[in-house]
Structure formats: structure tokens, C-alpha cells
């Protein structure tokens, strides 16, 4: 059965500086996607990035990135240079690719929370 | 881009009611929507997968006859909460896939109150 685990309840990070938010996941489908998605306290989910399983080279959106470590089974979120805009509750996701129709699998979260 | 329109964003109700939950693609057309249920400060928990045409498939724990999940047609899907009880208070929210398999869009989600 397919897994997500994010160790970390909360993070507190400084303007300007960058974060790592964990995600380590588990799964026997050899071809899925992870995602990384923030919540803001208004419920929305906005999507931030996206790593499918196949891809050499690790996921760029902007100030996010996501460490992919396949053998690890990790996929760590990276925000450089963060803004207080960043603080909202953030969301690693898994979904299985094998089949058509397979649900994003969540994680616990992270609260991020950014200070001036 | 996919649009998910999500309605209402917020129901307050009597104990004992039924609400009624609407998720629309408005810009495709969505085989598959995705009802999940958040409680405050905790993941989104996956409740059903609602395929066009045909039943729901309820998650383990979830009452089938308790959460009535219908997908009539490409654009819509609805969950109704029969015979509400204050526990069911949370965030009800939706998706939907579109495109590649990897791609998902959510509805802006449900704040449900049940007093």
C-alpha cells in the first residue's frame, strides 16, 4: 500500500532564508508522481510542484524545488528565499501512475511558518 | 487553466438535515472526481472516488449510505451528507483529474457546521 510520511508538524523559518520540508513515501507502483501542494488558511490547495517517478532531473517551479532521491524514497520540498507569504501548511501527495483513476495519497503536513 | 468549481464554501445546519455538496469541472470534462475530508490542522483524508456513470468506491471507514456520492454526468459530481450529526463538521473538498494522469485541479472546498 502506497505511503506518505512527513516527520515534521511544524518548521519556523526567517525572511529570506531557505527551507526543507521532508516527505518520505513508499510504494510498490514503479511509475507515480509526487507532489508537494500549500494550504493557506483559507483551505485552498495550490499546487506547487510535480515529480513523476521516470524523471531524471529534480522538479523546478520558481523558489521551489524538490529534492528527489528515488533510492531514498524521498522528496523533499525546498523553498529558497522565503517570503511571508510562505507561511500556510504544506502537503506532500503521492498518486500511483499504473492505473487511470488513482487518488493523490496525502501526507500529514508540514505548518511552515515565516517570520520578519 | 482547469477550473474546479466547488459550492457552497461554507453550510451551517441543524442536526438531522441533509446537505448536499456540488463539484464542477468547468472547463473539461472529469471522468474521475475525488471526495476528501479534512478535520482542523490534519491531511486530507480520501473519502471516495467517483467515477462517471457508475457507483462510487467508498475508502474503508467511509458509510456509503451515510456520504451519497453521485457522478450523473462529465461536469458534476455531488456528495450529500444524509442526516447530519455535529462529528461530520469539517472540510469537505473536492477533485478532479484532467489530461495527463498526473494532473489534478481542487475545488476551493466545504466548510460544514452541524449544530
Known amino acids: 500500500a502506497q505511503k506518505i510520511t512527513q516527520t515534521q508538524p511544524g518548521m519556523f523559518v526567517q525572511e529570506k532564508e531557505a527551507v526543507t520540508l521532508d516527505c518520505t513515501y513508499d510504494t510498490s507502483d514503479p511509475s507515480y508522481g509526487l507532489f508537494w501542494y500549500k494550504q493557506p488558511s483559507s483551505g485552498e490547495m495550490i499546487f506547487l510542484i510535480y515529480q513523476g517517478s521516470y524523471d531524471q532531473q529534480n522538479a523546478t517551479e520558481g523558489r521551489y524545488s524538490l529534492n528527489f532521491q528515488k533510492a531514498r524514497k524521498s522528496a523533499n520540498l525546498v523553498i529558497s528565499a522565503s517570503q511571508l507569504g510562505d507561511s500556510a501548511m504544506y502537503f506532500c501527495?503521492?498518486?500511483?501512475?499504473?492505473?487511470?483513476?488513482?487518488?493523490?495519497?496525502f501526507g500529514k503536513g508540514t505548518t511552515l511558518s515565516v517570520s520578519s | 487553466g482547469a477550473v474546479v468549481s466547488q459550492h457552497p464554501s461554507r453550510v451551517i445546519c441543524k442536526s438531522g438535515t441533509s446537505v448536499k455538496i456540488e463539484c464542477r469541472s468547468l472547463?473539461?470534462?472529469?471522468?474521475?472526481m475525488f471526495w476528501y475530508r479534512q478535520f482542523p490542522k490534519q491531511s486530507l483524508m480520501l473519502m471516495a472516488t467517483?467515477?462517471?456513470?457508475?457507483?462510487?468506491?467508498?475508502e474503508q471507514g467511509v458509510e456509503k449510505d451515510k456520504f451519497l456520492i453521485n457522478h450523473a454526468s462529465l461536469t458534476l459530481s455531488t456528495l450529500t451528507v444524509t442526516s447530519a450529526h455535529p462529528e461530520d463538521s469539517s472540510f469537505y473538498i473536492c477533485?478532479?483529474?484532467?489530461?495527463?494522469?498526473?494532473?489534478?485541479?481542487f475545488g476551493s472546498g466545504t466548510q460544514l457546521s452541524v449544530l
Open positions: 472547463d473539461f470534462q472529469a471522468t474521475t
Open positions: 477533485s478532479a483529474s484532467h489530461g495527463a494522469r498526473e494532473k489534478l485541479f
Open positions: 467517483s467515477n462517471e456513470g457508475s457507483k462510487a468506491t467508498y
Open positions: 501527495a503521492m498518486k500511483e501512475l499504473g492505473q487511470a483513476g488513482t487518488a493523490l495519497i
